[in-house]
């Protein structure tokens, strides 16, 4: 069975650091674009998913997909990063459940990882200044280089990634997601709250966003 992974390279020693620094909370609405192809290159469909991206001062952060229900849209699935129980938890709220689907470590990490020295340059994206990092695919344990994901080393967030997904076997599939609308405000901490939800165990495993340690060569 071929391994496959998705990297960015970012130094260590620098997340560490950030470990501790003051996390802007920010309120941002989400879209996920997704264009899968045949193997001649053919559009074969095309998707887009709403949603929103809710992150508070001491790092939790959830996200929010929308469906349409009689034509209006409603919130039905999230992804909750709760660092209050160092859990993630994939989130129901059609069945109020919260599935527990991995650990978290003891304290937040912001998303983006100060690092100049692999940017591949600067844009700017929805108005805010952001350094260009690689993608990459390992399969097998050879580096692919696959997009590029736009961090705000100001804010400790990524706002955009663009990636071209061409696993053994396919799909190929062209993925972008971003965050737009952006406010840098405290969500609603009801947002985060759980007493409404019951919960159903552990998940099926899933590929979260790992700490600083994790950022190593060639594999994470």
Known sequence: MRHIALCLIVPVAIGAVLCHAQITPVVANQRIARDVFDPKGNLLRHSETLGRYLR???????????????NSPRIRLGELEDYSRHKIYQLNYDKHEAVELADLPDG??????????????????????????PIFMVVDGEKRLIGKKYDSAEYSLSIKEDAMIDPPGGPRTH?????????????????????????????AAVC???????WKEPLK
Request: proline letters at 8%; charged letters at 25%.
């Open 175 to 203: 993925r972008v997601v971003e965050l737009y609308d952006i406010q840098f405000v405290e969500p609603d901490p009801k947002e985060f709250e759980l007493e409404r939800f019951s919960f159903t165990g552990k998940g």
């Open 108 to 133: 937040p990490h912001p998303e983006y990882l100060a690092n100049t020295k692999n940017a591949l340059g600067e844009e700017a994206i929805s108005g805010l200044r952001c350094l260009i990092h």
């Open 208 to 214: 979260t966003k790992p700490s600083p340690s994790a």
């Open 56 to 70: 508070n001062s001491s790092g939790t952060t959830l996200t929010q997909e929308y469906s349409l229900l009689d």
